[in-house]
């Protein structure tokens, strides 16, 4: 069966498949019902009516839940948002399959020095509260963000970073146990 990417962001949160009325209901939740609104924006054109609907039913989300994710930024299936509260992703960011976020985290552009842009962000990352992540730098797949860390460098595949300033740790089993109910 061919699942829309809507189906295989909600499926992270409950392990099940659902129907688009089972999703509606969902929606109670506030980062589900976010998650929804974004997707929807991110399947019409800017300027058509409904892309504009749209855009502006996510402006009073944003503002509501105090999450700022941009349509523009790519976020591939399986998205998740462990807690509402403040969030805010930079639309050129780039962030893989089967990531969480959490309440508080930060990814954002810097606009000087050697890590000048936006990160992107690999699949399987569990981001925890209150992380920074800032620049041009590529977070690998499987890799654990612990909270309150800020990050500014390259972390490989299979890692931990942690702390401030950054420390980045080896560990062999990845994200195994954070990340849930993968697509």
């Known amino acids: 069966m061919n699942y829309s990417t809507i189906q295989k962001d909600f499926f992270r949160e409950s392990g099940k498949w659902l129907s688009t ?3 509606w209901a969902k929606c109670i939740n506030p980062n589900l019902h976010y998650i929804y609104v974004f997707r929807k924006c991110q399947q019409y054109p800017k300027k058509s009516f409904l892309g ?6 996510l402006r009073h989300h944003q ?6 994710i941009y349509p523009e930024t790519q976020i591939g299936e399986g998205f998740y ?10 639309p050129g960011v780039v962030i893989g399959r089967n990531c969480n976020l ?7 552009q810097t606009n000087r020095g ?8 690999g699949d399987e990352v569990w981001i925890g ?15 654990i963000i612990a909270p ?3 990050v500014t460098e390259d972390v490989p595949d299979y890692c931990m970073a942690m702390g401030n300033p950054c420390r980045i740790f080896s560990i062999p089993k990845g994200t195994e146990g954070y990340i849930n109910n993968k697509v």
Request: aromatic share 12%; glycine share 14%; no cysteine.
């Open 81 to 90: 948002i462990g807690h509402w509260g403040f969030l805010a992703v930079n």
């Open 52 to 57: 504009m609907f749209w855009r502006m039913i």
């Open 148 to 150: 309150n860390t800020y």
């Open 102 to 108: 959490s309440q508080g985290v930060s990814i954002a």
């Open 114 to 121: 050697k890590y000048k842009g936006t990160p992107i962000i």
């Open 63 to 68: 503002i509501k839940y105090g999450i700022q």
């Open 21 to 23: 009325s089972e999703i």
């Open 129 to 143: 509260p209150n992380a920074v992540i800032v620049g041009g730098i590529k977070i690998g797949n499987n890799v």
